[in-house]
C-alpha cells in the first residue's frame, strides 16, 4: 500500500514537521517518495524513485523551510509499474486551457476499460498515471462542449462521475488538485483520514500526530478549497475489499513471471 498526503489551507503553513512525520513511514513504502506544491498557480514538483532514507536531497529539502496552503505528497510501495522516475508520484498535466491536475494515489486498477488505451501514451507504466491522463481528456472534452465556460461546479460534478466510476471493482484512494481546489477521495476501511485545524485541512493514509484525526467517508467525493469542505458528494456502494487472488495476479502480471 502507497501512502498520500494533502495540506489545504487558506494561507502558506510551515509544514516540515507534518513532512518528516509522513515522509518517516518511508521505511515501508521503499519504491519512491514525491512532493507536488501547487501555489499561486503554479505547480513545483520534485520526485525521486529512491527509498526515503537513501535520498540526502529529501532530508535537505524537509530541513529547509517549505510553507504552502496546497500541497501533495506520497510514498510508494509499488504494485504496477517498476521502480523509475517515470512511475513515481505525484503525477501532473494540464488540460487544453492551460489548467494543471496533479494526482497522488493510493490503490490499484484491477479493471477498466476506460484506461486501457492509456498504456500506450504514459510516460511510465503506472495505473495512477493512467488515471490522470484519463481525467484530463475527459476534462478536455467537456471544454469542447461548454461554451460558456468549465466552471468549478462542472469540474466537481465531473470528477464525482469518474471516481464513482473508476472505483468500481478497483481499490481509488486518491488526492487530485487542480490548482484550486482539491478532490479527495477513498473507497477502502481505514486508509484515509482528516485533521481540520483553524483555516487548513490536513488529510493523510494515517494519523500524523496525537491530535483528533477523523476517518474520512467511504465512497463519497470531498472538496475542499483554502481549507474549507465546500462539496460533499452522493455516497456510492463501490467499497473496495482486499483479493489476495487478483493482487497476486497483478503481481505476476507487471513482474514478468
Known amino acids: 500500500m502507497c501512502e498520500i498526503f494533502g495540506i489545504s489551507a487558506n494561507r502558506k503553513v510551515k509544514i516540515n514537521e507534518l513532512l518528516r512525520i509522513f515522509f518517516s513511514h518511508g521505511i515501508e513504502h521503499p519504491d519512491g517518495w514525491g512532493i507536488a506544491i ?3 498557480g503554479n505547480v513545483s514538483i520534485e520526485k525521486e524513485p529512491v527509498k526515503v532514507s537513501k535520498s540526502k536531497y529529501l532530508k535537505s529539502r524537509i530541513n529547509s523551510r517549505i510553507a504552502s496552503g496546497h500541497t501533495l505528497a506520497h510514498i510508494r510501495k509499488a504494485t504496477i509499474g517498476h521502480v523509475e522516475y517515470e512511475n513515481t508520484h505525484p503525477f501532473t498535466g494540464k488540460d487544453a486551457s ?4 496533479t494526482l497522488v494515489h493510493n490503490g490499484t486498477i484491477f479493471e477498466s476499460d476506460k484506461l486501457v488505451k492509456y498504456q500506450y501514451e504514459q510516460k511510465g507504466s503506472t495505473d495512477s498515471e493512467r488515471i490522470l491522463l484519463y481525467i484530463i481528456d475527459r476534462v478536455n472534452a467537456l471544454l469542447e462542449e461548454e461554451l460558456n465556460g468549465f466552471d468549478v461546479n462542472a469540474r466537481v460534478e465531473l470528477i464525482e462521475e469518474i471516481a464513482k466510476e473508476l472505483s468500481k471493482g478497483n481499490k481509488l484512494n486518491f488526492i487530485l488538485s487542480d490548482g484550486e481546489y482539491m478532490y479527495i477521495h477513498k473507497n477502502a476501511d481505514g486508509t484515509l483520514y482528516r485533521k481540520q485545524e483553524d483555516g487548513y485541512a490536513i488529510f493523510s493514509t494515517k494519523p500524523l500526530d496525537n491530535g483528533r484525526w477523523d476517518e474520512i467517508s467511504d465512497n463519497t467525493l470531498l472538496v475542499y ?19 489476495l487472488e487478483k493482487i497476486n495476479m497483478i503481481y505476476l502480471a507487471y513482474s514478468g513471471l
Open 98 to 101: 492551460g489548467r494543471s491536475w
Open 38 to 40: 501547487c501555489d499561486d
Open 225 to 243: 478549497n483554502n481549507g474549507k469542505l465546500v462539496y460533499t458528494g452522493e455516497k456510492h456502494n463501490h467499497t473496495y475489499v482486499e483479493d
